[in-house]
């Protein structure tokens, strides 16, 4: 509801009567997708889905939903696309569609201070315990990659987070950033191994026929990518991280 | 029995419900309280069947006095039967079993034997019928009966009655009315609270007349009903008996 | 129209209305994904079997205790069942599940998360148990307990012979509504990282990329467990009756 008051009064000029582009993210990823102080959505996904909107014409409705339930969300109708930092992945192409991807990244580890894992392959060992949050590509990696290991399956990423704090788990599979964010955030009891182990990407999520759309979306980032719009998302939320991650040589760029 | 009262005082919070109240009969059969409600009658019948124990005060059987404390209670409890005004009987046993109960559990009986020994109180009071309906089936008279033959049949010292029959109708009244005169027939002592003053001129032995927490007056049962000079006890006959 | 056809029509009405909003949803069905999976739904269903079942028998114990704390004469007893019951009936599961696992068993160091999950579950479930068990407790007339005491019976005669064979009765519509509630409740323990039947069900969906299909035998493996309890509760309650 916020989002749409907004964003209308910054696009006086919007079509007042075309339909609403309802875009679902679970607003619980930050820097991507968080709400501000006052509860408002913020992030490099909104202000992305904010320019996308505006390309379009359309006023622009953020759904909330939960990460493992936006795939469902998309499928039945109730939302139009997904900007929730969704890895573009052959399994989830069989069910939607992809744009083209806008960001790249890859999968690493959170590993717990007193773990001996060095890297992914350690983890594939009877008597090792991964954290991975439901529903995400590192949830997947484990289940069909990792078979020795015991795998927990949480809901959220704060609790995976827990689980490895707390030496119940020796890694929690996310993406680089994440990893990076918590590990600062638990310097004592973690360590990160940041160079990913599986490279993916990232891209808006579409109904798989809804060719009209899609093609809209691929101009549209076209469009923003040459006017320097990811430049400025960078600086914008990701300053250190991208200067972090530079000097260690790990991908990480629009 | 030759019951003895002395300055038996009982308290519920700051209220003084029994005020010193003291009282010495004869050697009697049955005894009546009568007066009017919130006088003071069901307290003293419940310190009298070893319910409660009075703030000070003392009370005895031909000579044996009360204990107070609850071990000691318990087993006098045992050697006398108390009927309430009603949910008398547990409501999860049938009639047979409500008699059962006190006799295996409490008496030490053998079901056998227990099941012997109401099988004659039964027939005779012409319950038989009832015995294996749960209480729920039966009518109020009946379950005040059954409850009368239940503080029976554990062979009682006395039996003390509060108010038997003021929760029924005229009808049930009358057959309880009549099974305790039985029981006054049989020699059973009896200690009655009640209302009926038809029934407690012919079955009482000596009256008590509790208001305000104390004896107002106390004699025999003709002389109490007839003749009595205290002006509260003639006020409340004559209003109730006219 | 006898009872039991009712209750079958109207159960079919509600399937067929189900099932017309199934059909209308758009979306690609793709049901032999999930049947490949069965084994995963039934190791699921097995453990919300354990978790329940250990849950049921915990929570009726915690509760009977609580019930005869918060009847106690003796002050520091009485409080400590009120603040046990008001504590856990006024924060949510979730709550006590993450407190209860991530800080509290992690500072005593007792890491199976089954145990602690069954631990936390019953003493939510017992909480409710307790005020279900006073209010039958306080709900038997006091002449109940004059009478068995006239009669000479000890308290503990009483509390077996009289008291607590009528507060079961009161009291067990309640009890099988809070079993239950309980079995229902045990997918929470998905949070901690326990493998019940709905964690699996999800996770099946994330796997196959359904989304929806587990739903249903999910639905269909909940009501196996419920419903055989709410008959036995009205079983029980029509043996108990004080009327023929």
């Given at each position: 509801?916020?989002?749409?008051?907004?964003?209308?009064?910054?696009?006086?000029?919007?079509?007042?009567?075309?339909?609403?582009?309802?875009?679902?993210?679970?607003?619980?990823?930050?820097?991507?997708?968080?709400?501000?102080?006052?509860?408002?959505?913020?992030?490099?996904?909104?202000?992305?889905?904010?320019?996308?909107?505006?390309?379009?014409?359309?006023?622009?409705?953020?759904?909330?939903?939960?990460?493992?339930?936006?795939?469902?969300?998309?499928?039945?109708?109730?939302?139009?696309?997904?900007?929730?930092?969704?890895t573009a992945t052959p399994e989830r192409s069989k069910s939607i569609a992809f744009s083209e991807p806008y960001l790249r990244t890859g999968l690493a580890l959170l590993v717990g201070a007193r773990s001996p894992v060095q890297s992914a392959a350690d983890l594939d060992v009877k008597g090792r315990v991964i954290a991975v949050k439901k529903g995400t590509t590192g949830h997947r990696y484990a289940t069909t990659a990792l078979k020795q290991a015991r795998t927990l399956v949480l809901d959220k990423e704060n609790t995976?987070?827990?689980?490895?704090?707390?030496?119940?788990?020796?890694?929690?599979?996310?993406?680089?950033?994440?990893?990076?964010?918590?590990?600062?955030?638990?310097?004592?009891?973690?360590?990160?191994?940041?160079e990913p182990f599986r490279e993916e990407t990232w891209a808006i999520g579409l109904r798989q026929g809804d060719e009209p759309l899609r093609g809209q979306v691929n101009e549209f980032l076209k469009a923003f990518r040459a006017a320097g719009g990811f430049e400025r998302l960078g600086d914008e939320f990701l300053p250190e991280e991208k200067r972090a991650f530079r000097e260690r040589g790990i991908p990480f760029y629009f | 029995m030759k019951l003895e009262i002395a300055e038996l005082t009982q308290r519920f919070g700051a209220t003084t419900v029994l005020d010193r109240l003291s009282l010495s009969t004869g050697d009697i059969q049955a005894l009546v309280l009568v007066g009017p409600s919130g006088g003071g009658k069901s307290t003293l019948l419940r310190i009298l069947a070893g319910l409660d124990v009075p703030v000070a005060g003392s009370v005895a059987f031909d000579g044996a006095a009360l204990p107070r404390d609850e071990e000691a209670l318990r087993r006098y409890r045992r050697t006398v039967g108390t009927v309430f005004q009603a949910y008398n009987l547990f409501p999860h046993l049938s009639a047979l079993d409500n008699l059962l109960l006190p006799l295996v559990h409490v008496h030490g009986l053998s079901r056998q034997a227990a099941l012997d020994r109401v099988r004659e109180p039964l027939e005779r009071f012409q319950l038989m019928p009832h015995a294996s309906k749960r209480p729920a089936e039966l009518s109020g008279g009946q379950k005040q009966r059954i409850a009368i033959l239940r503080a029976l049949v554990v062979q009682p010292q006395?039996?003390?009655?509060?108010?038997?029959?003021?929760?029924?109708?005229?009808?049930?009244?009358?057959?309880?009315?009549?099974?305790?005169?039985?029981?006054?027939?049989?020699?059973?002592?009896?200690?009655?609270v009640t209302h009926e003053m038809g029934f407690a001129r012919r079955v009482a032995d000596e009256v008590a007349f509790i208001g305000e927490g104390r004896v107002l007056a106390h004699g025999a049962a003709g002389f109490m009903f007839d003749h009595c000079p205290e002006p509260r006890v003639r006020g409340f006959f004559d209003r109730i008996v006219a | 129209m006898s009872r039991r056809l009712a209750h079958i029509l109207v159960a079919a009405a509600f399937a067929a209305l189900v099932a017309v909003a199934f059909s209308r949803v758009n979306y690609a069905w793709n049901w032999s994904a999930v049947w490949e999976y069965r084994d995963k739904f039934i190791q699921g269903w097995l453990t919300t079997v354990a978790l329940s079942l250990a849950a049921l028998v915990a929570s009726t114990a915690i509760g009977a205790v609580a019930s005869v704390c918060l009847q106690s004469r003796n002050v520091l007893v009485e409080a400590v069942g009120r603040v046990y019951v008001e504590l856990i009936r006024g924060t949510p599961l979730l709550v006590q599940l993450l407190i209860g696992f991530y800080v509290i068993a992690n500072a005593v160091g007792l890491e199976n998360r089954f145990v602690v999950g069954v631990l936390v579950l019953s003493l939510f479930s017992g909480a409710y148990m307790a005020e279900i068990f006073r209010g039958g407790l306080a709900a038997i007339p006091q002449t109940q307990r004059d009478s068995a005491r006239a009669i000479g019976l000890t308290p503990w005669q009483s509390l077996r012979l009289v008291i607590l064979p009528q507060a079961v009765r009161l009291v067990l519509p309640a009890v099988a509504g809070q079993l239950v509630s309980l079995v229902k409740d045990s997918s929470l323990l998905s949070v901690i990282a326990i493998s019940e039947f709905t964690l699996n069900a999800q996770e099946v969906n994330a796997v196959t990329y359904s989304t929806l299909e587990s739903f249903l035998p999910l639905a269909a493996g909940y009501l196996v467990l419920t419903l055989p309890l709410s008959a036995l509760s009205r079983w029980l309650e029509g043996r108990f009756r004080y009327e023929a």
């Amino acid at each position: 509801m916020l989002a749409i008051s907004a964003f209308l009064a910054l696009a006086a000029s919007a079509a007042t009567a075309a339909e609403p582009l309802r875009v679902g993210m679970e607003l619980s990823y930050p820097p991507f997708e968080m709400t501000d102080p006052q509860g408002r959505p913020t992030g490099v996904s909104v202000r992305l889905a904010e320019a996308l909107a505006k390309h379009l014409g359309r006023p622009l409705v953020i759904e909330n939903i939960a990460f493992d339930g936006l795939i469902p969300a998309l499928k039945t109708g109730r939302i139009d696309c997904i900007i929730s930092s969704l890895t573009a992945t052959p399994e989830r192409s069989k069910s939607i569609a992809f744009s083209e991807p806008y960001l790249r990244t890859g999968l690493a580890l959170l590993v717990g201070a007193r773990s001996p894992v060095q890297s992914a392959a350690d983890l594939d060992v009877k008597g090792r315990v991964i954290a991975v949050k439901k529903g995400t590509t590192g949830h997947r990696y484990a289940t069909t990659a990792l078979k020795q290991a015991r795998t927990l399956v949480l809901d959220k990423e704060n609790t995976a987070v827990l689980e490895v704090v707390q030496g119940k788990a020796d890694a929690f599979i996310y993406d680089s950033l994440s990893v990076y964010q918590n590990q600062k955030r638990h310097a004592d009891t973690t360590r990160a191994i940041l160079e990913p182990f599986r490279e993916e990407t990232w891209a808006i999520g579409l109904r798989q026929g809804d060719e009209p759309l899609r093609g809209q979306v691929n101009e549209f980032l076209k469009a923003f990518r040459a006017a320097g719009g990811f430049e400025r998302l960078g600086d914008e939320f990701l300053p250190e991280e991208k200067r972090a991650f530079r000097e260690r040589g790990i991908p990480f760029y629009f | 029995m030759k019951l003895e009262i002395a300055e038996l005082t009982q308290r519920f919070g700051a209220t003084t419900v029994l005020d010193r109240l003291s009282l010495s009969t004869g050697d009697i059969q049955a005894l009546v309280l009568v007066g009017p409600s919130g006088g003071g009658k069901s307290t003293l019948l419940r310190i009298l069947a070893g319910l409660d124990v009075p703030v000070a005060g003392s009370v005895a059987f031909d000579g044996a006095a009360l204990p107070r404390d609850e071990e000691a209670l318990r087993r006098y409890r045992r050697t006398v039967g108390t009927v309430f005004q009603a949910y008398n009987l547990f409501p999860h046993l049938s009639a047979l079993d409500n008699l059962l109960l006190p006799l295996v559990h409490v008496h030490g009986l053998s079901r056998q034997a227990a099941l012997d020994r109401v099988r004659e109180p039964l027939e005779r009071f012409q319950l038989m019928p009832h015995a294996s309906k749960r209480p729920a089936e039966l009518s109020g008279g009946q379950k005040q009966r059954i409850a009368i033959l239940r503080a029976l049949v554990v062979q009682p010292q006395r039996i003390f009655l509060d108010e038997p029959t003021s929760a029924l109708d005229p009808e049930m009244t009358a057959e309880v009315l009549e099974m305790i005169g039985e029981l006054k027939a049989l020699g059973t002592q009896l200690v009655l609270v009640t209302h009926e003053m038809g029934f407690a001129r012919r079955v009482a032995d000596e009256v008590a007349f509790i208001g305000e927490g104390r004896v107002l007056a106390h004699g025999a049962a003709g002389f109490m009903f007839d003749h009595c000079p205290e002006p509260r006890v003639r006020g409340f006959f004559d209003r109730i008996v006219a | 129209m006898s009872r039991r056809l009712a209750h079958i029509l109207v159960a079919a009405a509600f399937a067929a209305l189900v099932a017309v909003a199934f059909s209308r949803v758009n979306y690609a069905w793709n049901w032999s994904a999930v049947w490949e999976y069965r084994d995963k739904f039934i190791q699921g269903w097995l453990t919300t079997v354990a978790l329940s079942l250990a849950a049921l028998v915990a929570s009726t114990a915690i509760g009977a205790v609580a019930s005869v704390c918060l009847q106690s004469r003796n002050v520091l007893v009485e409080a400590v069942g009120r603040v046990y019951v008001e504590l856990i009936r006024g924060t949510p599961l979730l709550v006590q599940l993450l407190i209860g696992f991530y800080v509290i068993a992690n500072a005593v160091g007792l890491e199976n998360r089954f145990v602690v999950g069954v631990l936390v579950l019953s003493l939510f479930s017992g909480a409710y148990m307790a005020e279900i068990f006073r209010g039958g407790l306080a709900a038997i007339p006091q002449t109940q307990r004059d009478s068995a005491r006239a009669i000479g019976l000890t308290p503990w005669q009483s509390l077996r012979l009289v008291i607590l064979p009528q507060a079961v009765r009161l009291v067990l519509p309640a009890v099988a509504g809070q079993l239950v509630s309980l079995v229902k409740d045990s997918s929470l323990l998905s949070v901690i990282a326990i493998s019940e039947f709905t964690l699996n069900a999800q996770e099946v969906n994330a796997v196959t990329y359904s989304t929806l299909e587990s739903f249903l035998p999910l639905a269909a493996g909940y009501l196996v467990l419920t419903l055989p309890l709410s008959a036995l509760s009205r079983w029980l309650e029509g043996r108990f009756r004080y009327e023929a």
